[in-house]
């Protein structure tokens, strides 16, 4: 079965005062229907750019989108004009934003920011919106949802707000629901109802998920693939399990050595990854990794390494010139 | 609601008493009085006007006389209470009530159109600004805004009787009355606020533009004319609704240059030549008179926030 999204050689860049800032170089992926994709790295990395220029939501300008395709039900997203984009946005692929408190606007009710998508790609009435509103609400386990709808954004809590932002993401039934950090501004309780609460809609639902976050403990409940993103490139994506079990990027390694773990035998060390990512506007022509990392050998410094096969283990891929588990590493 | 309005008029009633006082005392405090000429009148004749008009009384006694919680000279109350503003010292013939009946109309209809041409060139011109950033748009609107903030009307109104009423012949130069005579008068006095408008409507439109709930009406899938219509315009309109109160208050008492330029019989005339006369009476009415219209305005803008932005409640 041919993949749902196909993403290949997708590049972002923005035009900025200090020169052009390469944000997505590259990146090329594919989403298979029910499936959810973990999309992990930290701030900068392109994550949210790459998965924003799919909907080509970024704004243009200063944001371009210059290379690439985005394959959906046969179609190329970059291709398409104006009004079939919306038909796409928030009706085949929906997003959900990191920042709830910011992302619903503070002078429409929320039965008004909901169903105006019902009625723009469903063709409801007025009235089969809001009560489909009220089904959505209580689909995301909002109390009194009949008299909520009339309520506005700052009278709901911040997780309240978060189900408001998936409710009105699923009222379209998408095939695709983009999750933009969508449990970062949140604290740690409500992250996990949060969590939860996707997890029971994509059961119900079937729909894919691209998660985008920084935090690899929520991927690993969560996603059945992972891929690691580093300025702009995708360096490593595996299984959830054989990328937590048998990382191969020096970058993944040095995240997953950051992060505390409860099954540790020993007192470990957290261990935080040295420097900082590169500089956007001026890539250096080798592996963006080559000053942070451990493995290093001469080889990364004219090269930059493309994404292939790790032998032996299905769909697992890295970029990387060395293989890790057969190197000692460098100590500075 | 109805109880904060009613709380917010009370509340006015210090304001306004603050305000008469202070315009009582500074009116006073200005050397020389009412009847000095620089021929001086004969002691004689001067004693008897102060008499007359009561301004051989104690200050506190004319200040009372004036709100009207005692007597005047007259025998009778007859002040601000009883919406009575006193006679005039210059025009003899007319008291200050008759002032505002002939010429507050015709100051409030001109600020009334140039209002209207503030809001009606200042906020499309703001908008199409920030949807059109540094494009060809952009650069025209703000020109025009930057024109108009920078050449006072002084200059404006000469410019708009040449080109307009004496080289192309469009308009009347100068009177008040018909439609065709309020025209220049009211862009003269208006471009002004446009243009102030214009400039704060295209920063806070670029502002909201950017926020995150526009780009979740635009993952939505909005059609981006409903994006700015229903997701921005209300919220980039709060900060303009802030100016206009007191704009509107400024210009529905009309400006002396403008009605000077264009012969137009307003108030602000009496407001300026009763300051050099010592006319009193006039001074403090129409100080007072521009304090109420201020301070009502301000709480019309007030209601009008919280019918822009559900987060303003009023207890």
Known sequence: ?332 | MTRYIIRRILSMIPVLIFISLVTFALAHAVPGGPFDREKPLPAEIKANLNRYYGLDQPLWKQYTDWIGLTRNPSGEYAGVLQFKFGPSYSSRSRTVNDIFRAHLPVSAQLGFWALCIAVGMGVPLGIIAALKQNSFWDYFSMAIAIFGVSVPNIVLGPIFILIFALTLGWFPVAGWGTPAQMVMPAFALGLNSSALIARLTRASMLQVIREDYIRTARAKGLAERVVIIRHALKNAFIPVATILGPMFAALLTGTFVVEQIFAIPGMGKYFITSITNRDYPVVMGTTLLYAVFLVIANLIVDITYAYLDPRIHYE
């Open chain 1, 1 to 332: 079965m041919a993949p749902l999204l196909q993403v290949r050689g997708l590049t972002t860049i923005f035009d900025t005062q200090d020169g052009v800032v390469h944000a997505v170089n590259g990146v090329s992926f594919d989403l298979n229907e029910g499936e959810t994709l973990g999309v992990v790295g930290e701030s900068g990395c392109g994550k949210s750019v790459s998965m924003l220029s799919i909907l080509r939501l970024i704004p243009e300008p200063p944001g371009r989108i210059v290379g690439g395709e985005v394959l959906f039900e046969g179609r190329d997203l970059l291709k398409l004009d104006q009004n079939e984009i919306r038909k796409i946005r928030g009706n085949k692929i929906a997003m959900i934003f990191q920042d709830p408190m910011t992302s619903l606007n503070p002078v429409l009710t929320i039965g008004q920011q909901i169903s105006e998508a019902l009625e723009l790609h469903l063709n409801m009435t007025k009235e089969e919106a809001r009560q489909r509103t009220i089904e959505l609400l209580r689909l995301v386990h909002i109390p009194e949802a009949e008299s909520r709808v009339n309520d506005y954004p700052h009278q709901f809590s911040g997780g309240m707000r978060q189900r408001v932002m998936i409710a009105m993401a699923l009222s379209c039934n998408p095939k695709v629901l983009i999750a933009d950090e969508p449990t970062t501004a949140l604290d740690v309780t409500i992250q996990a109802q949060i969590v939860d609460l996707v997890k029971e809609l994509r059961r119900e639902l079937g729909m894919a998920i691209i998660w985008i976050t920084h935090d690899l403990g929520i991927v690993a409940g969560l996603a059945h693939r992972v891929q690691v993103m580093y300025a702009g490139y995708i360096v490593e994506r595996a299984n959830v399990h054989d990328l937590y079990a048998n990382p191969r990027h020096p970058y993944t390694l040095g995240l997953l050595r950051s992060l505390p773990r409860l099954d540790a035998r020993t007192r470990e060390k957290l261990t935080p990854i040295e420097g900082l990512p590169p500089d956007l506007i001026t890539l250096p022509l080798g592996c963006p990794f080559y000053p942070r990392c451990s493995y290093r050998v001469p080889r990364c410094l004219d090269e930059n390494p493309a994404l292939h096969a790790v032998d032996g283990q299905d769909g697992h891929e890295v970029a990387c010139w060395v293989d890790v588990t057969q190197r000692e590493e460098i100590r500075a």
